[in-house]
């Protein structure tokens, strides 16, 4: 059983940029969610993906958004980056919404110039 | 103020010492997960707790979730290096939400050997 990958693992980008980050959910998994966590603080709930739509968001701008393939797997991008965008984004994915608990990846550490 | 706060922020306890750390929440709780994560990388599950009075364990840690359903600790005992982290507690506060997770900020755990 597989866990939760996300790629790429470091990123630099600069001010004004897009990005796109990826996250392959764990096996059996049908629900993905995403996390962003700022320097010393708790992660902060983005969105959540269910069967390819969207079922959640956070206190989080348009110029954040998401897709889910048939497969589970998910992607995060975000539009004209910012400064206060660098943080480390976590994936995290789940059965039925997270009733049986979350599996987190490693995350990916984004740091915008 | 967070809806979700942890105490302390930050602990340094002598190895083989037994420790707390708590989460308190303005809200019900509807299920209440604990975390470790490693500076910079990804969380590691440690435990859900669902039912107010729930209790689990293993290996060395514990975690409870208050008869009201506002309140889980943490307590590990005998620490061990290993055991040094960040502790982050994440919580359901609405019913019927499995889509969003709120964190508390964490506490911050070193052990000295």
């Known amino acids: 059983e597989t866990g939760v990958t996300q790629s790429p693992t470091h990123l630099i980008k600069t001010r004004g940029q897009q990005v796109t980050l990826r996250c392959s959910s764990q096996s059996g998994h049908n629900t993905v969610s995403w996390y962003q966590q700022a320097l010393g603080q708790g992660p902060q709930f983005i969105f959540q993906?269910?069967?390819?739509?969207?079922?959640g968001r956070g206190n989080f701008p348009p110029r954040f958004s998401g897709l889910q393939f048939p497969n589970y797997s998910s992607e995060l991008n975000v539009n004209a980056l910012e400064l206060d965008d660098s943080a480390l984004y976590l994936c995290a994915s789940s059965w039925t919404g997270g009733l049986y608990g979350y599996t987190f990846g490693s995350g990916t550490r984004l740091t915008v110039v | 103020s967070q809806e979700l706060e942890q105490s302390p922020q930050s602990l340094i306890v002598q190895e083989g010492k037994n420790l707390t750390i708590n989460c308190t929440s303005s809200?019900?709780?509807?299920?209440l997960y604990w975390y470790k994560q490693k500076y910079g990388e990804g969380l590691i599950f440690l435990m859900m707790?669902?039912?107010?009075?729930e209790e689990k364990s293993h290996e060395k840690i514990t975690a409870k979730l208050d008869e009201k359903k506002q309140q889980s600790s943490l307590h590990i005992t005998a620490s061990q290096p290993s055991h040094a982290g960040i502790y982050l507690c994440?919580?359901?506060?609405?019913?019927?939400?499995?889509?969003?997770?709120?964190f508390g900020g964490g506490t911050r755990l070193m052990v000295k050997p």
């Open positions: 707790l669902q039912k107010g009075g």
């Open positions: 993906y269910y069967r390819e739509e969207e079922n």
């Open positions: 994440g919580a359901v506060l609405l019913y019927n939400a499995g889509n969003m997770l709120t």
């Open positions: 809200k019900t709780l509807y299920g």
